[in-house]
């Protein structure tokens, strides 16, 4: 059964750093397309951040701007997210996923491989 385990969220203070990872087990696909999005309390899934299988193409959403940084390893089944800056609107679960093209849209996710338990980012003011 293919799955992802996201790690590395914690508690950390306004203007902190936090580095978190993604990993894909249980595929014999070589590579996906990944990306990481986050859901905060009351609010909807949202997009954060994706990579292409190759990583040479990667996009953030408008919300985070340059502060955060999406990267992979070569082997192609684990991601990364650098949270920088970080402020304590961007406290949430953090979820990453994985699909067979490179896309910015939260919808395309979820849909190969099942969303995982995320992992938990709060920002203390």
């Known amino acids: 059964q293919v799955r992802l385990v996201e790690t590395g969220g914690g508690l950390v203070q306004a203007g902190g750093s936090l580095r978190l990872s993604c990993a894909i087990s249980g595929s014999t696909e070589r590579k996906y397309g990944m990306a990481w999005c986050r859901q905060s309390p009351g609010k909807e899934r949202e997009f954060v951040a994706a990579i292409s299988r190759s990583g040479s193409t990667s996009s953030t959403s408008d919300s985070v701007e340059d502060r955060f940084t999406i990267s992979r390893d070569y082997a192609g089944k684990t991601a990364y997210l650098q949270l920088n800056s970080l402020t304590p609107e961007d406290t949430a679960v953090y979820y990453c996923?994985?699909?067979?093209?490179?896309?910015?849209?939260?919808?395309?996710?979820?849909?190969?491989?099942?969303w995982g338990q995320g992992t938990q980012v709060t920002v203390s003011s």
């Open positions: 996923n994985a699909a067979r093209f490179y896309s910015t849209s939260y919808s395309d996710y979820g849909k190969l491989i099942p």
